[in-house]
């Protein structure tokens, strides 16, 4: 790229930049290293992950998304932590408290998510456009959410406690040295758990070889992302008060990703073997929607019984993705139910592309939050967010789609649209004669600071140009008026290759990464 857009005071601009070879200065000389170092660094990182858990089920290997133990790979990792400004990652660990207040306050307005989301949905010539296969699913699977939620909300349902695990992922644009939200996942938010150990690994390594790279393994910060999460389980299975009762683990049949799920149903039980007053055990269980599906019920009370245990905590692993359900009646029958929800389909909608978009539009944070303060922290790390209405932002990324990300309501990565495939979509969204706009979003394409890295993958290392994103957690629990919980929780650093548009650790273009603060 040679250009990118600068939103200032909702106007929107073209900078010039310095193009993509442009390099931030990396923490040492990786063109430099001496290679038998790099070797011994290589074959220490990967014992490190072998013995202490960083991994993966291996993709080559059938059984490893099912069978535990049974082909297993360390997960991708960056051998080596990266350069980040301490500046932003204050910045960013401040964000996440007021992110997590915002979610909450948002999923309080039943009204707000209806229309933001329901508005002008897709009308049937798009569906019947090439790309649109994925838009439909995409957009009938965002209308069963909303039909959920809206059946919640003539049922007058009301989450008392209420729990949310997110993580929001931040660019550092290069041009405007901005950090710049990517989004705010309040879904099944993934590597809590993986991503401590790749903290631990590069500090492992840094105790090592610190001295000769020059690096010292102090400026890597602490991760508290899964012991976090385990203290928020074990708080709200406390605030559920019901001895009897489990944490349900929602999963998906084949995760090659288990592992960084069962490092946290591990550490709950390892560290709370019995609750807070040392009294019960807290138990966790995994079950996929078609099982909720076929064993769970309601009983009057609301409580929750899915395999004759009653769920305290319904912890969302899937349910992101049309894919994971067999039908719309499990995730109905766990919402009218009494457990608490991590998240809720309010929580869920509240982070959908479409609210991001629709926050950032001027006066609209100002419903939610009161502080100007917090306010103004938030906007700071909005870029560009457009809907299709807007008929100049459309005319403008016609004629510079590489300036703009196009984004459908999905999660889990892969469905964004980019580059010439913009302008195709945006084409044919206008021939069409659409007012099915409230399907995609608009975002100002953010280009961060490119580097050299080492990226290991398959056992291999490989020297690549890559960029990052930084996910912060945010732990929030609440029981109506009292505020249990509400921390930043540990980080994910993702790095991927310059090549890639999207990223992707399970896509195999990214690997887990930590930050060495600068
Ligand atoms: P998902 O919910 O599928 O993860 P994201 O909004 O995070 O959707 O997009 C997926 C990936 O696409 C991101 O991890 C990032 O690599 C890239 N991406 C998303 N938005 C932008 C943007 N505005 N500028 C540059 N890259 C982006
Ligand atoms: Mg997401
Ligand atoms: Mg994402």
Request: some cysteine.
């Amino acid at each position: 790229p040679c250009s990118s857009l600068a939103v200032k005071r909702g106007e929107v601009e073209e900078v010039e930049t310095q193009g993509e070879g442009s390099t931030r200065k990396p923490v040492f000389n990786y063109h430099g290293i001496d290679q038998d170092l790099l070797q011994e660094m290589v074959y220490d990182a990967l014992v490190w992950s072998s013995l202490h858990g960083l991994l993966v089920g291996d993709k080559s290997v059938q059984r490893s998304g099912k069978v535990p133990g049974v082909g297993l790979v360390h997960a991708p990792f960056a051998l080596l932590p990266l350069s980040f400004p301490e500046s932003n990652w204050r910045q960013a660990c401040e964000l996440s408290p007021i992110f997590n207040e915002l979610v909450d306050r948002v999923s309080l307005d039943g009204n707000f998510l209806q229309e933001s989301l329901s508005r002008k949905r897709v009308c049937p010539q798009i569906l019947a456009a090439d790309f649109s296969n994925r838009t439909k699913k995409a957009d009938s699977f965002t209308s069963g959410l909303l039909e959920i939620h809206s059946k919640m909300l003539k049922m007058n349902k009301k989450e008392e406690i209420r729990m949310g695990l997110h993580r929001s992922d931040y660019m550092l644009d290069e041009q405007t040295k901005l950090l710049l939200q990517i989004e705010l996942n309040t879904i099944s938010s993934s590597f809590p758990g993986l991503s401590c150990l790749v903290t631990e690994l590069h500090r492992s390594l840094l105790n090592q070889y610190g001295e000769v790279l020059g690096l010292d393994p102090r400026k890597i910060p602490d991760n508290s992302a899964l012991s976090h999460f385990v203290e928020v389980f074990a708080k709200a299975w406390i605030e559920y008060n019901n001895p009897r009762a489990a944490v349900m683990f929602v999963v998906q049949a084949e995760e090659r990703n288990m592992y960084d799920q069962h490092w946290l149903s591990a550490v709950l039980k390892e560290r709370y073997p019995f609750d807070l007053y040392n009294t019960h055990n807290i138990t966790t269980i995994r079950k996929t929607m078609a099982e909720i599906d076929a064993e769970g019920e309601l009983l009057a009370d609301g409580t929750l019984v899915v395999g004759g245990k009653p769920i305290a905590v319904i912890y969302f692993r899937a349910g992101y993705t049309p894919n994971d359900y067999p039908s719309e009646s499990a995730r109905l029958f766990m919402e009218q139910s009494s457990a608490i929800k991590c998240p809720s389909i309010s929580y869920h909608l509240a982070g959908t592309k479409k609210i991001q978009q629709e926050l950032a539009k001027p006066g609209v944070l100002e419903r939610f939050l009161d502080n100007k303060e917090d306010i103004a922290k938030l906007r700071k790390c909005f870029a560009g967010l457009w809907s299709l209405d807007d008929s100049d932002i459309v005319k403008k990324a016609i004629e510079k789609p590489e300036l703009f990300v196009m984004k459908p309501q999905r999660e889990g990565g892969g469905n964004n649209i980019y580059g010439e495939d913009v302008r195709e979509a945006l084409v044919r969204l206008q021939k069409e004669g659409t007012d099915g706009t409230a399907a995609y979003i608009l975002m100002q394409r953010i280009f961060p600071t490119v580097f050299p890295t080492f990226l290991m993958r398959d056992g291999i290392c490989h020297k690549d140009f890559a960029m990052s994103e930084l996910g912060i957690y945010g732990a929030y629990l609440r029981n109506k008026d009292k505020v249990i919980m509400n921390d930043q929780c540990g980080y994910l650093l993702r790095t991927k290759i310059s090549s890639s548009d999207e990223g992707g650790v399970a896509a195999g273009f990214a690997v887990l990464d930590s930050i060495y603060l600068s």
